[in-house]
């Protein structure tokens, strides 16, 4: 079934009326999919037709794209996508700044900690001590990360863990807004052993500060890079202060798609959305600027590699992951991050006069509004 954009969009009004407990028949559902099937269809239309416009568009395995040096596609990345996975590492339970793309947004005063002198490791809590026990016992992952959620709050701690996974040869890389880094604390990073940091320049609005952090990690730490979700915001403001970014000579910038989940979601009221395989909820203009963003650095021959963190590598991830943890064919825990999914946020695209659908069909009899569905 292909649904009318206008059919679509009386359903999806009338749905957005419904109370948050009221379950839809199995005929509603099926005018819910096709709607977003017939969504996701133009949007990847889209996306397909700016892909097109990249002369050195580059892929890994069809997992993932990129545009540039293929030397210094981050190496996190490539364990994400081919080896074991994140493999994060969880320690600090506050940050210093709050941004809109946030997926705590309006709860990072209330995160939960890990516990004290504890670090949370495949979602059990460790001890430091107890980190040789685990090297000693369990299979060695291809790379770990460093996240949640500002660890410069108190970054001294991490330098001894830091360390001793270092000595055990396993990759590690770490997030971070930047905004308190300084050089002492940089090199004390890359003397404990950490191989690869990335800065969300996004979080502070590509601040000369950060800019400045980012030059000075590049003394000290092997693999330096960007990993920002790619906003209107970040694209007008990299634009701005491209020259002084790259003159850092930074190894990458991963521009991650967008997606939302009950946090931060209605800070992006009003905005076309989509839905991917029926998990992953963005602004359709995220990965359009991202696609954008690569033609510039493929057309003026970046000195790094730009890579498209998008919905669908999100997707291979979990894939690989699941692979690599032993499930069954086809399982992945990529999924929609709504207990219900806010069908009024759909309304704006269905709206919207400029967005089309590729084709469109008739409803058939018992599908059409004003029919009593059974």
């Known amino acids: 079934m292909k649904i009318s954009k206008k059919d679509a969009l009386i359903w999806f009004e009338f749905f957005s009326t419904l109370p948050e407990d009221e379950e839809l028949m199995t005929k509603q559902q099926e005018i819910v999919y096709s709607t977003f099937a017939q969504i996701e269809a133009a949007v990847d239309h889209r996306n397909d037709m700016l892909m097109s ?169 092997k693999n330096v890079g960007i990993e920002t979700p790619m906003t209107p915001e970040f694209f007008k403001s990299f634009s701005e202060k491209k020259q002084a970014i790259l003159d850092t000579k930074l190894d990458f910038i991963n521009c991650a798609e967008l997606h939302l989940n009950e946090n931060n979601i209605y800070n992006y009221n009003g905005e076309n959305m989509y839905i991917s395989r029926l998990g992953y909820i963005s602004p359709i203009w995220s990965r359009e600027l991202t696609l954008k963003f690569m033609k510039i650095a493929d057309e003026e021959n970046w000195d790094l590699a730009v890579h498209d963190c998008s919905n669908h590598t999100k997707f291979a991830r979990d894939l690989n992951l699941g692979s690599k943890e032993g499930k069954w064919f086809g399982a992945s825990n990529y999924a929609c991050e709504f207990s219900r999914i806010p069908y009024e946020v759909f309304l704006p695209i269905l709206r919207d006069d400029n967005f089309k659908f590729l084709s469109e069909e008739k409803l058939p009899d018992g599908y059409k509004p004003g029919e009593l569905i059974f």
């Open 53 to 221: 416009k990249i002369r050195g568009l580059k892929t890994l395995e069809n997992r993932t794209y990129f545009v540039g040096d293929k030397s210094k596609f981050p190496k996190g990345c490539r364990s994400c996508l081919f080896g074991t996975g994140l493999g994060a590492i969880r320690k600090t339970n506050k940050c210093n700044l709050k941004c809109k793309f946030c997926y705590d947004y309006g709860e990072t005063d209330d995160i939960p900690p890990i516990g004290e002198g504890m670090w949370e490791i495949g979602g059990t809590k460790f001890y430091e001590k107890d980190i040789d026990l685990l090297l000693s016992v369990q299979q060695k992952p291809t790379g770990i990360s460093y996240v949640y959620l500002e660890p410069f709050m108190e970054i001294e701690k991490y330098y001894s863990v830091i360390k001793k996974f270092s000595d055990a040869q396993i990759y590690q890389h770490l997030y971070t807004n930047g905004t308190l880094a300084t050089e002492e604390t940089l090199k004390a990073l890359g003397e404990a052993g950490l191989d690869e940091i990335r800065f969300n320049l996004g979080a502070s609005d590509c601040s000369d500060k950060v800019i400045e952090n980012i030059r000075i990690a590049k003394k000290y730490i």
